[in-house]
Nanobody, 122 residues
Framework: QVQLVESGGGSVQAGGSLRLSCAASEYTHCMAWFRQVPGKEREGVASIDSGGSVSYADSVKGRFTISRDSSAKNTLYLLMNSLLPEDSAMYYC??????????????????WGQGTLVTVSS
């Protein structure tokens, strides 16, 4: 089974930046970040496939950048700039071998990380 270990969460003031990392034990096609706040559904934030094609939720476009390690292709990053209080959530790394168009669909996720908490204060 693919093991996912996230790091990089924390507390920051609005307008600040954080970088999340996810180390995967195996190479997979789709790698993505999801986030969830209590009482709400888990939502896709950004995804990247093995060819480097990326997809972003509208709410983070222009502020977040997803990337994956080009050498091993099994380390995922999320650079979050211009953070807003509404970005506060538990962020989860996710992987799958689904087709690229499903990389940000939570029902197609095959492995989840344990989550890392991001808190943005106003």
């Amino acid at each position: 089974q693919v093991q996912l270990v996230e790091s990089g969460g924390g507390s920051v003031q609005a307008g600040g930046s954080l970088r999340l990392s996810c180390a995967a034990s195996e190479y997979t096609h789709c790698m993505a970040w999801f986030r969830q706040v209590p009482g709400k559904e888990r939502e896709g934030v950004a995804s990247i496939d093995s060819g480097g094609s990326v997809s972003y939720a509208d709410s983070v476009k222009g502020r977040f950048t997803i990337s994956r390690d080009s050498s091993a292709k099994n380390t995922l990053y999320l650079l979050m700039n211009s953070l807003l209080p509404e970005d506060s959530a538990m962020y989860y790394c996710a992987t799958s071998w689904s087709a690229s168009r499903y990389c940000l669909v939570h029902t197609h996720v095959e492995r989840w990380g344990q989550g890392t908490l991001v808190t943005v204060s106003s």
